[in-house]
């Protein structure tokens, strides 16, 4: 972040009150802004975001028992992997890209810059980010994304050789449907951070982690320094008692037995 930018968010902090009912959610939408800007994040991703955000409400911007369950299956998958990869777009690298580097370290697995609109620019642009945020190598920007994932045809099909192509568990979040179908039909298991449990995405991925980026990306790190000093039997008794549609389910109960009793407190 250059001098100016970095003068804007202060100048934006001091603006919104420390006791603001919503200030965590104003600087998160001014840190996207800022991103795109910086042409990290493209203006369909503040779409997106407000899209997830309004999910967010309905599970009171809380992890919850149905996204803790899935956390727990996501950091055993990611440390019995044999390559695993996290997938990165631009809203993710504009709200968690350090978060996400100390995931990465910790499994350990690959970083690799996946975009809907890509050009090298922008790919530049994320990978500056993610190695300012302490990464060492970031797949997937430039010629590393030479590859294409089959029946695949926007730009989500350019892939690493050595990343997303070859991976066996691949995560990623705010993702299109698309991608993550054309990745199950290939056989890799995907973990999906989505607050919309009713997306494409969250129905097809092999574990859905109904919860906020912002909230999902530590405490999968966490997760995963809990599953790693599991026995490998208490780590596979987790991933046999584990059903994708029972926590998606449980996160649309959630939100339906929440809503009503929110309408009766007014």
Known sequence: MDKTQDSKSRSIRGIVPENHPRRESILIRERLVE???REVVVPQGLIAQGRGECFDYLIGEKTRDFAERALEVAAVLLIEAKNPVISVNGNMAALVPREIVELADAIPA????NLFYRDEVRERAIEKVLREAGAREVLGVGEDASET????FSERRRVSKRGILSADVVLLGLEDGDRTEALVRMGKRVIAIDLNPLSRTSLTASVTIVDNVIRAIPALREKVLKMKSLSREEREKLLKGYNNRDVLRGAMKFMSERLAQLSLDL
């Open 35 to 37: 991103a795109m800007e």
């Open 149 to 152: 994932i089959p029946e695949l």
């Open 110 to 113: 690959k970083i690799e810059v």
